[in-house]
């Protein structure tokens, strides 16, 4: 029972970086037991698992982020972040963390990577 928001999605150029923030709200004692993740979706496509982190600090990410994100957590500070470096256009998308294996969406962050 823990509810996230997303903060920190802009526009960037192409080859910038920016952070997403998550923090966490609700039954936060229970925060660091969960694995998080980050998935993004683009109108009329499924959302796709970007990266997760588990309670133990595990990291996976998918290919098309690898060498680029890094997920990171600090569970005194109920918060997830993505930092990404070296954007790309198709990164551009709407970003939500969530604990893996809930279906409760919020409204995400929004990144844009144009020129």
């Known amino acids: 029972q823990v509810q996230t928001v997303e903060s920190g999605g802009g526009l960037v150029q192409p080859g910038g970086s920016l952070r997403l923030s998550c923090v966490a709200s609700g039954n936060i004692v229970i925060f660091p037991i969960y694995t998080m993740a980050w998935f993004r979706q683009t109108p009329g496509n499924e959302r796709e698992l970007v990266a997760s982190?588990?309670?133990?600090?595990?990291?996976n990410y998918a290919d098309f982020v690898k060498g680029r994100f890094t997920i990171s957590r600090d569970n005194d500070k109920y918060m997830v972040y993505l930092q990404m470096n070296n954007l790309k256009p198709e990164d551009t998308a709407v970003y939500y963390c969530?604990?893996?294996?809930?279906?409760?969406w919020g409204q995400g962050t929004r990144v844009t990577v144009a020129s």
């Open positions: 982190i588990t309670s133990l600090e595990k990291t």
């Open positions: 969530i604990p893996l294996g809930a279906d409760s």
